[in-house]
Structure formats: C-alpha cells, structure tokens
C-alpha cells in the first residue's frame, strides 16, 4: 500500500512539473482565432472582410510575456484585416513609474498604424490603476495612457459611436458604413451605453467594443450583433475536455463568461457576444490550455 501511495505521489509531482513547464512556455505562443461573425443588415463591401480583436497586453507584470506583441503585430499586418480592435488595460500598474511599459505598448503597436491599418481601443480597468484590491479610478493615469495611445494614431471610443474605417481609405455613403460603438470601462464605472448608442438607430450594423464582457447583459436587443470584449485573459488556465470552462468558474459568484462565444441566453435577443483570451498575464505568469488570442473576425451578413 506504501509503495502505490509513493507512486501515486510521484505521477503527480511529475504531472504538477510538466504543467508547471508548460504554463510558463504557453504565454509566449500565439493562437489566431479565426471566426465568423454574422452581422444583420451589414453592408454589402463589408461582406468577407475581416477585422482583428487582440487586448489585455498588461505589460510590467512580474515576468509577463511582453516580448510577444512585436510577433502579434507582425501576425495582424500579414493577415491584412480592415480593422484593429484593442480591448484595454494595456500596463499592468500605471501607478508606477510606466514610461518604459508604455513605451514597449507603443513601440509594439506602431507598426499597424504605419501600414494604414485602422486601429480603436477602449480602457480597461488596469489604465485607471483599478484592481480587485483597489476602489478609486485614476483619472489622470487613464488620460495618460489614451493620449500616448492617440499619438500613434490609435483612435479611443469612449461611450461613442463611429463609422469604421477600412484599411483601403475608402469612403462610404450612409447607407452602406458600418458603425463601432466603443464603452467606457466597467469597474471604475465610465460605461454610459445610452450615451455611447446615442445617435445611431437600435438596429444599426454594429459592432460593439468593451473591455469587461459583464457590460454586455446591459445592452439593449438589438443593440449589438457583434459585441467583443476582453477582461478575462480566458481565465488562463483551462481544463481538458470542458469548452469555456476555467478556475474562475469557481471564484464567480454567477456565471462567468471568459472565452469564446457566449451562450445565446447571456444578454439580449438580437446581441452575440465573443470574449477575447487577450495576449498578457494577470496575478501568475502562466497560461494553460489558454494560449494568448488574436481573434480575426470574417464578417457576413446575417
């Protein structure tokens, strides 16, 4: 009996090892996720086009995985997509000195703006230096962030709506543009959706772009065919054999909602939610089973 209860010990250190291993390599791979999006009355030259999410970098982690966003942009540039969505929280605390984490966010990202590639972002709770451990948002830290961000070219949504730009610099007449809606972030309470739908009608071709994918059961039917939103990071470490399922379906006290495509009952009718893995670490450096995501969204009509 001795003998079988050392086994048993063995096997699994050995198994905590190799997961152990693997959680620490799996951050610096790359998954591209590519998806269709349907897209109720979308207009006939955005039929096929592509538009790539990727989001949640939170550079200056302890042994975070910086080093991938140079190989994430080089992946969004040769894939061509028509448009960049970015979810948020971009340095992991932009209480501390950040020149240098900001200054790697920028440098990463400048080459989509210099290949004429439209990129949009919102903020996450991260950019106002909000945590589960803190309560009061920094404003000052956030404008910091969105004005470097806006000096490469990266235009911020913040509870608006704008016509999508493509990559070609084609115009288009009202009728045939497609509109993103971009909301303020959830935790320090900047998400105003009735302002940021203000304008355009319910049933718009939109997509909608939030950072925390808990503002989306907020939207009006409708409102949102195609919602993307970040936040999660997948929950980082996944089981085998069970889809959409992390340790954080323990800690949540509803349901949580962490990667893919959400279940056609969360929300309202008319929207669909996708919720991006995003590319950095929170809390642990590891990933499992959860590898950092670019999603590539090919859009149709419905």
């Not at 086009?49 to 995985?65: L, T």
């Not at 960049?84 to 501390?96: N, Q, S």
């Amino acid at each position: 009996m001795k003998k079988i209860i050392k086994k048993i010990g063995i096997f699994t250190a050995l198994l905590l090892a190799i997961v152990l291993i693997w959680g620490l390599i799996e951050p610096y791979l790359i998954n591209v996720q590519e998806e269709e999006a349907e897209i109720q009355n979308l207009p006939p030259q955005w039929e096929g086009e592509k538009i790539a999410v990727i989001g949640d970098f939170q550079v200056g982690m302890w042994m975070d995985n910086e080093s991938i966003l140079p190989r994430v942009v080089e992946k969004i540039i040769e894939k061509d997509p028509a448009s960049v969505l970015i979810t948020g929280d971009y340095i992991y605390h932009p209480t501390k000195g950040n020149s240098k984490e900001m200054e790697t966010v920028i440098d990463g990202l400048r080459p989509l703006t210099e290949a004429n590639i439209p990129v949009y972002a919102v903020l996450g709770n991260h950019d106002y230096a909000m945590s589960k451990k803190t309560s009061d948002p920094n404003e000052k830290k956030a404008q910091k962030v969105a004005s470097q961000l806006q000096s490469i070219g990266v235009e911020i949504l913040h509870n608006e709506t704008t016509p999508l730009e493509r990559d070609n610099g084609t115009e288009s007449s009202a009728e045939d543009k497609l509109y993103l809606t971009g909301i303020g972030a959830f935790w320090p309470e900047k998400a105003n959706i009735s302002k940021a739908l203000d304008g355009s009608p319910q049933h718009t071709p939109r997509v909608v772009l939030m950072h925390n994918p808990e503002v989306f059961a907020k939207l009006p039917a409708g409102s949102a065919p195609l919602a993307v939103a970040g936040h999660t990071h997948g929950g980082q470490i996944s089981v085998p054999f069970t889809p959409q399922w992390s340790y954080k379906d323990l800690l949540a006290k509803d349901e949580s909602h962490v990667d893919g495509w959400i279940d056609d009952e969360y929300g309202e009718r008319g929207n669909q939610l996708y919720v991006n893995r995003g590319l950095g670490l929170s809390v642990l450096p590891l990933r499992v089973l959860n590898m950092p995501e670019i999603t590539m969204f090919e859009l149709t009509s419905s």
